[in-house]
């Protein structure tokens, strides 16, 4: 006979669910951004180059956007907290998750793309600087990353919910 798993469990394992819903919703936005606009803004001239991508990077600063950028961490900590003791392997799967998405793209889009784009959005688009195609390059490169690191954090995040079983649950 099957028993109901403890309320903690059951949280922690809705926890597990956000956060590779998270983490997927990241993953293929910059998958998407990799595949489509970064190819699109490529055959772009400089000054055309300039004001779309400047605009792309004023308009994702939304609430939703930073909401979906900034939770797959905390959706993976909150899912180990109650299940810490007896998480087995598929906690460390998680653990790994959440620490690779917190630095391989929050700490790194802080660090490399956010003032890379903050020298974009100050570009005159009449008198671009000399850099700006390498400028340009970088920034893509820098996205290429985080499309390989967030895919990498959600493939994590999968393979450990599919090691999972909850707590107090017997196998058929």
């Known amino acids: 006979m099957q028993r109901k798993p403890p309320v903690s469990s059951a949280l922690s394992h809705g926890c597990h669910v956000a956060a590779v819903f998270w983490l997927g919703l990241m993953a293929g936005f910059f998958a998407t951004y990799s ?16 004001v779309v991508q400047s605009a792309l990077n004023r308009h994702v600063r939304h609430a939703a956007f930073f909401v979906f950028f900034f939770l797959p961490p905390l959706w993976c900590g909150l899912a180990l907290l109650p299940a810490w003791r007896g998480r087995g392997a598929w906690g460390w799967g998680l653990v790994a998750a959440g620490l690779l998405y917190a630095a391989g793209v929050v700490v ?6 956010l003032p890379l784009n903050a020298y974009t959005e100050s570009w ?21 990353l985080r499309t390989v690191v967030s895919g990498a954090a959600f493939l994590l995040a999968v393979l450990s919910l599919a090691l999972r079983r909850p707590q107090g649950m017997s196998t058929p």
Do not use: K, M
């Open 108 to 113: 790194f889009t802080r660090q490399v793309n």
């Open 124 to 144: 005159p688009p009449a008198a671009l600087p000399a850099d700006w195609a390498l400028t340009r390059e970088r920034w893509n490169a820098a996205n290429h």
């Open 35 to 50: 595949g489509n606009v970064s190819p699109a803004l490529q055959g772009l001239e400089g000054p055309l180059y300039a």
